[in-house]
């Protein structure tokens, strides 16, 4: 088992920049790809970012990448997500998922937190 918790998450104007973090408890970290995830208000979940398990390879979706960086720190269990120029649409419900899998942009999450809110102000 993984335990995973968002933190944050929060209401910031177009253009400015955001940290997600989500903290890992339960199984070795290192051992886990991590991803994030949004939902918006009546759409479907979207990926975000995924990171392999030693760090070493990243993946965005389309809409984030430039913008976005993934990245974790296995010494502490953690994982991040630096966001910047935040745009209306990135306004979204993110969440933070741990896989057995392969990380990558069809990244399955075996593990999912409780999310974070993030809004964006135009």
């Known amino acids: 088992q993984v335990q995973l918790v968002e933190s944050g998450g929060g209401l910031v104007q177009a253009g400015g920049s955001l940290r997600l973090s989500c903290a890992a408890s339960g199984r070795t970290f290192s051992s886990v790809a991590m991803g994030w995830f949004r939902q918006a208000p009546g759409k479907e979940r979207d990926f975000v970012a995924a990171?392999?398990?030693?760090?070493?390879?990243?993946y965005y979706g389309d809409s984030v990448k430039d913008r976005f960086t993934i990245s974790r720190d296995n010494a502490k269990n953690t994982v991040s997500l630096q966001m910047n120029s935040l745009k209306p649409e990135d306004a979204a419900v993110y969440y933070c998922a741990a896989s057995h899998g392969v990380a990558g942009r069809n990244l399955q999450g075996d593990y999912w937190g409780q999310g974070t809110q993030v809004t964006v102000s135009s």
């Open positions: 990171i392999s398990r030693s760090g070493s390879l990243r």
